[in-house]
């Protein structure tokens, strides 16, 4: 019956363990296929990253993802191409939990942002929500008053420039998290892909030093290292996304091709 199906974006499930105090785990599906995300989704993961920035993802993969994942009791976190009404609006009727913004610099991209995801007179998003509002079955109302407050507005700081203007990008209105990109962020400082560098290692800190003393939340996407897993927990992170659909396939396959090998070389065989 209109208006008694109960759906969410799962967005509350995060916020709930942030404000517990304890730490939100994510992986990034880039892949795009739904059969590989719905054997991830039984992993029991806080965050699906569906990454269609860099992802072969069009708008039809994005809108299979986050069925997929909202369905699992999952929130679909979805980084867009770039910082675009245009590219946005499409996947905000998807009905993501947050809009991941990439290679936020300044104050002014970070309003761009909001406004983006805002209906007027917050923003400029354009009215169409499908399963946003779930397909027009929830109450007028009830939906405005959701749009206001979902989905999270997530700044991507993957730039020297982001990192300088920290401090007053998070204090923008509706910005509701930040994310660093280490790779992107050593390029801008002429250091691309060393994210080990000291160098590095400090502007990672004052990103979550700004962060921590502001009380905003913070999250980080990264690879699976243990030891970077470790320093992340230690800065204060609060949410945090580690290795991807990719990475699982293949460690797996040469996992497995690896060990077979060594069986056959201990057999006397080649």
């Known amino acids: 019956m209109t208006g008694e199906r109960k759906f969410s974006s799962n967005l509350k499930k995060v916020k709930g363990k942030l404000e517990k105090g304890e730490v939100a785990i994510g992986t990034h599906i880039k892949i795009g296929n739904p059969v590989v995300t719905d054997i991830l989704c039984n992993c029991d993961f806080d965050i699906m990253w569906v990454d269609g920035e860099h992802g072969p993802m069009d708008r039809k993969d994005i809108n299979q993802q986050i069925i997929t994942i909202r369905g699992a009791g999952i929130a679909p976190f979805v980084r867009v191409p770039w910082n675009d009404s245009v590219l946005v609006k499409p996947v905000l009727e998807m009905g993501p939990a947050a809009i991941i913004f990439p290679f936020v610099r300044s ?71 930040a994310v660093i990109g280490p790779n992107d962020l050593s390029g801008s400082i002429g250091l691309l892909g060393q994210t080990r560098h000291p160098e590095m290692l400090k502007l990672m800190d004052e990103y ?14 990264i690879g699976f290292d243990r030891k970077n897993v470790s320093e992340w927990i230690k800065r204060g992170v609060n949410w945090i996304c580690v290795d991807a659909d990719a990475s699982y396939l293949l460690e797996g396959g040469l996992n497995t091709l690896n060990s077979t090998r060594e069986i056959i070389r201990g057999s006397g065989r080649s």
């Not at 991209?109 to 027009?136: D, H, L, S, T």
């Not at 020297?160 to 204090?171: A, E, Q």
């Open 107 to 177: 104050v002014e991209e970070a309003k761009r942002a909001v406004e983006a995801c805002k209906y007027p007179p917050r923003g400029i998003r354009g009215f169409g929500p499908m399963k946003a509002n779930n397909y027009g079955t929830m109450d007028s109302k009830e939906y405005l008053e959701l749009a206001d407050r979902e989905p999270w507005v997530i700044v991507q700081i993957e730039h020297i420039d982001g990192i300088k203007d920290l401090k007053n990008i998070i204090k923008v209105d509706g910005v509701d998290s």
């Open 208 to 221: 979550a030093a700004v962060c921590r003393e502001a009380d905003f939340p913070f999250g980080t996407s």
